[in-house]
């Protein structure tokens, strides 16, 4: 296994860990102001990295455009809609439908990027696709609050393509940043301009709905969220980082692949926390997960 796998390893297993903070501060002050809150923290510690470790600044509008389009597509889009597909399916299901960018950055890297597709890499990828879906639906249910009405098949299917939109989404930042990587492009300021430039539109876009301003609040009202946060992001910057260095060195479906394996590394991380084994399911999808990624790996 090369550095570039490596970072898209650590990279799945930081945003595991820092998902699961984001969670227990989503329960405080709602998913939404979590998706906005998370990005200022993030884009400052990148900034910080950038003047500490960043190679220099020298690199030309090309790479910047398809930064844009990555942190457009994925930062902005790809969480929207993954939140409006949690908050209408709940979020195993919500997590299951994100995981299926995996393939679909594949398909668009042969597509748009002439990456090859092999059988053996199309093998490893259906693979670790599954095994994912086999743990994050292990028990899976929507809690519902009470006297809340069963959801009806028009809801269904509009989780669904949220999902199923947020996925595409997310494929397409993978695609977008590894073309911005493959010039001079440095992974930390990588990194920090798809952070500011995607949170950024985030931000205008939670602007209407007065999301941000309740963001804000939310995070001035409590200094342990704010602490809380600061923890979260830190990981989360360095996945940032970690994504932008794997793009940069091996194709957008092998790195999409290992960084897949997040939800796994979720389900891990949660028994380990709560000190509960996981059920046989979970491990028998953790297992064919990390079998498909390894068969990717040995391509």
């Known amino acids: 296994m090369g550095w570039g796998e490596l970072t898209a390893l650590m990279t799945a ?9 984001n969670g227990s501060i989503g329960r405080r002050v709602g998913a939404v102001s979590v998706s906005l809150l998370r990005m200022p923290f993030q884009t400052l510690f990148l900034a910080l990295a950038c003047g500490v470790a960043g190679g220099g600044a020298s690199f030309g509008p090309q790479p910047v455009v398809f930064i ?8 902005t889009l790809g969480d929207l809609l993954l939140y409006k597909a949690i908050v209408i399916l709940g979020t195993r299901a919500g997590i299951l439908l994100q995981s299926l960018s995996t393939s679909c950055t594949a398909l668009f890297g042969l597509l748009f990027l002439g990456e090859p597709l092999t059988l053996q890499l199309a093998t490893g990828i259906f693979l670790a696709t599954m095994g994912v879906g086999i ?3 292990a028990g899976l249910e929507r809690s519902t609050p009470p006297g809340q009405p069963p959801l009806t098949r028009r809801e269904i299917r509009r989780g669904i393509c949220f999902g199923l939109a947020g996925a595409a ?5 993978f695609i977008t940043l590894r073309a911005g990587m493959q010039g001079d492009m440095d992974p930390y300021w990588g990194a920090f301009l798809r952070a500011l430039l995607g949170g950024g539109l985030l931000w205008l876009a939670g602007l209407p709905g007065h999301w941000s301003q309740a963001a804000v ?3 001035r009202a409590s200094p342990f969220i704010a602490l809380l946060l600061c923890l979260s992001c830190l990981l989360g910057a360095l996945g940032m980082w970690g994504a932008c260095e794997s793009m940069r060195l091996i194709p957008a479906g092998i790195a999409a692949t290992i960084m897949g394996l997040q939800p796994v590394w ?6 380990l926390w709560e000190r509960s084994l996981p059920s046989l399911r979970i491990v028998l999808g953790a297992g064919v997960a990390f079998g498909g990624t390894a068969l990717v790996c040995l391509r």
């Open 135 to 137: 743990a994050v639906t």
């Open 13 to 21: 297993v930081v945003w595991a860990i820092s998902s699961q903070i």
């Open 217 to 219: 609040r939310s995070c």
């Open 68 to 75: 844009f389009l990555s942190g457009l597509t994925g930062v």
């Open 266 to 271: 979720v389900i891990v991380t949660a028994s």
């Open 169 to 173: 989404f997310l494929a397409l930042s």
